[in-house]
C-alpha cells in the first residue's frame, strides 16, 4: 500500500477572510481554486510541494443546502465558532493507492466512500454521513485518484512547502497504534498534550506553523 499526503486544510469562516489571514502569516496570497457541488462549499489551493496542495476551505454562502451535513465538521456551531474568530488547522488527506484496503484494516470507521467527479479525473473518498472528523481531525481522509497527474501540478507554486503533520494527543500509544495500522506512520509527528492539529510550512515568511 502506498500512502502519501495528499493535501492538509486550512478552514476559514470565509474565503475572504482565510485569503487575508494566510497573507499575514505566510506572505502570499492563495490562489482561487474551486466549488464542491456536492458539499456546498469552495476553496483557494496552491501548490505545498511533494505533489501536495494547500486548501483554505469554506462554506460557499453562494451554493444551496446540499442536501446532507457538510464535510469536515463544517456545519458544527463550534467549528463555525473557532473558524469565525480564525483560520484553524482543519484536516488532512492521505493519497493512497488502496482505498479499499485502507478501510478494511482501519481499526476506527472511516466513513463512506464518496465519488467526485470534475472533468476527466474522478476520486474516492472517505467522508464520514454525520461530518465529524475521526479522531477530532488526528486521522486523515483518505482519497484514491483516477489515473493521471496529481492536481497539485496544475496550482500555482508560491514558495510555499509543507515540512511536517503535527499530531498532538493524551494518548500517544493509541495514535501511534493506529497509524501503524493505517500505514501513515511516517507521515505525520506525535506528541503527548491536549488534542490538536497543526501544519508546519516553510514560506516566504519563514518557518510558520498554522494550527
Known sequence: ??????????????????????????????????????????????????????????????????????????????TQDRLNARPRALCWVVNTDDLDAVIATSPVDLGEVVNFQRGDRSWRLTVPKDGHLPENGLLPAFIELSPGPHPSTGQQDLDVTLL??????????????????????????????????????????????LD
Request: net charge negative; hydrophobic share 45%; proline share 6%.
Open 1 to 78: 500500500m502506498l500512502n502519501k499526503i495528499d493535501h492538509f486544510a486550512i478552514g476559514a469562516g470565509t474565503l475572504t477572510q482565510g485569503v487575508a489571514a494566510m497573507k499575514d502569516a505566510l506572505g502570499v496570497e492563495v490562489p482561487q481554486g474551486s466549488k464542491h457541488d456536492a458539499m456546498s462549499t469552495h476553496n483557494c489551493v496552491m501548490q505545498a510541494g511533494n505533489e501536495s496542495f494547500f486548501e483554505l476551505i469554506a462554506v460557499d454562502p453562494d451554493a444551496p443546502d446540499p442536501g446532507r451535513v457538510r464535510w469536515f465538521t463544517l456545519d458544527d456551531p463550534a
Open 164 to 209: 511536517k503533520v503535527q499530531v498532538q494527543t493524551p494518548d500517544t500509544a493509541r495514535m501511534t497504534d493506529m497509524f501503524a495500522k493505517l500505514q501513515i506512520a511516517h507521515l505525520a509527528e506525535i506528541s503527548d498534550g491536549p488534542i490538536a492539529l497543526s501544519f508546519v510550512l516553510e514560506s516566504p515568511n519563514g518557518t510558520v506553523t
